[in-house]
């Protein structure tokens, strides 16, 4: 029998996404072996109680313990434009959007995919809604979702409890990213959906 | 940007063998969204601190701080075969070994793979050396490597590098694992080197 921390190890590790109970296995053996990343993983851990969610748009962000702010650096930029929300599921979809330097409004992140795996009480639908309901600089709605048959239907889902909220939300459009040809993408390899999408939303 | 202690824990993640930037970023979050998981991390890596290397076998054992003994239950077991030792390269093969309870002796663990890609003076060839020339009770030495090309070079170094160590080894007999049909395989999907080994060793 292995040493029972080598075997709880990997049992913790195999709990991790995507990874199976050899792999677990082999990472453990790993991290019994390397005592500096026993020192960073203890570190880190540390760390990571400090990450809370701005208490505006919900993305992660690391808190100092005695912070008196809790809301993040995009949802207190001034400069923002205030009329515009996008709706992201997680904070890595508001991180490549952050990147491509595209959007300059307001996030909001959902906190996971809407399908029909996830219970959508896990998701801040409610929240969402609230926020459509009060900020009344909103103008605008773009939901980031991606463009498959899940986004979609989690798409007109998320549109219709948004006008449902109530007669205030009505005003406010309700977008989504548009479908086309993706950037450097070639014509030959595109798919019909893209191809559709692309010829519909040309310019 | 994402919030440092979610980035520092995507990077130590990424060491782990196996792993992927965009897994270890999915386990960073996982981790930062469980804190069951984080709790349950800590406390097994404080344990591993005490797991150690056996001092005959080097296999790893769980020591308590103030354990006075420092030796495995098989070392230390005296209904064990002490004419025979079996030399793996890590301690999963013992542990496959062990499973399939086929072998009574004594055990090596050397430490990893003998390979071109691998330094040797990482592996405890010295410390097998020490043990064929001091160990009065051996009469074999069963070289327990994967019979690929690899194995069936790291055996053939591994048996040279005992026989020259002194006069005293040379009447140890070395031998390796036996090749022939996998228990259940069928002829119609066995390799040519299988089938050939498989005659050789018919009875």
């Known amino acids: ?43 880190v851990l540390d760390k990571i109680e400090s990450v809370k969610n701005c208490s505006i748009c919900f993305r992660y962000i690391h808190l100092s313990p005695n912070a008196a702010d809790s809301t993040c650096s995009i949802c207190r930029d001034i400069e923002r434009d205030k009329n515009s929300l996008c709706v992201v599921e997680e904070d890595v979809d508001l991180e490549q959007l952050e990147k491509a ?47 498959t048959a ?9 549109k219709q409890e948004i006008l449902s909220a109530s007669d205030n939300t009505a005003q406010i459009k309700i977008t989504r990213l548009g479908i086309g040809m993706p950037s450097g993408g070639e014509i030959e390899y595109a798919d019909e959906e893209t191809l559709r999408g692309a010829l519909e939303n040309r310019n």
């Open 1 to 43: 029998m292995l040493p029972s921390p080598i075997r709880e190890t990997a049992d913790i590790i195999k709990k991790l996404p995507g990874i199976g109970p050899r792999q677990a296995l082999r990472c453990a053996f790993y991290i019994l072996r390397n005592p500096a990343i026993r020192q960073d993983l203890k570190l």
């Open 101 to 147: 330097g595209a959007f300059g409004g307001q996030y909001f992140v959902l906190g996971g995919r809407l399908s029909l795996n996830q219970d959508p009480r896990a998701l801040r639908i409610n929240e969402l809604k609230q926020r459509a309901l009060k900020d009344k600089d909103l103008k605008e709605i773009i939901m980031a979702m991606s463009p």
């Open 150 to 158: 899940e986004g979609n239907a989690a798409f007109l889902w998320l």
